[in-house]
């Protein structure tokens, strides 16, 4: 069984950072890909930021120069570092990542979420 737990949420001010941590642990084999999505109240869920195992980066337009994604492949861990946050930020962030586990395949694993909310 394989579990994606995040953390580092919360509220701040405009212009503000955050930085989110997402730990996944269980019967890992392997992780390909890791990132991050996030959903605002009405609104479908969005990419953030992937990274790939050897680092290769994406990020959505709305975030790219504000926002840095980074991984520790021996701690499984995937991070999201959040700048110059604004009000539109505001959403549930979830952690994704790619994973082949001991039950065999690769498939996706989504942590629970956690809130961020930027005030203005």
């Known amino acids: 069984q394989v579990q994606l737990v995040e953390s580092g949420g919360g509220l701040v001010q405009a212009g503000g950072s955050l930085r989110l941590s997402c730990a996944a642990s269980g019967s890992i084999l392997s992780i390909n890909s890791m990132g991050w999505y996030r959903q605002a109240p009405g609104k479908e869920r969005e990419l953030v930021a992937i990274?790939?195992?050897?680092?290769?980066?994406n990020y959505a337009d709305s975030v790219k120069g504000r926002f840095t994604i980074a991984r520790d492949n021996a701690k499984n861990t995937v991070y999201l570092q959040m700048n110059s946050l604004e009000p539109d930020d505001t959403a549930l962030y979830y952690c994704?990542?790619?994973?082949?586990?001991?039950?065999?395949?690769?498939?996706?694993?989504w942590g629970q979420g956690t809130q961020v909310t930027v005030s203005s």
């Open positions: 990274i790939t195992y050897i680092a290769t980066t």
């Open positions: 994704t990542a790619n994973i082949m586990s001991r039950v065999g395949g690769f498939r996706d694993y």
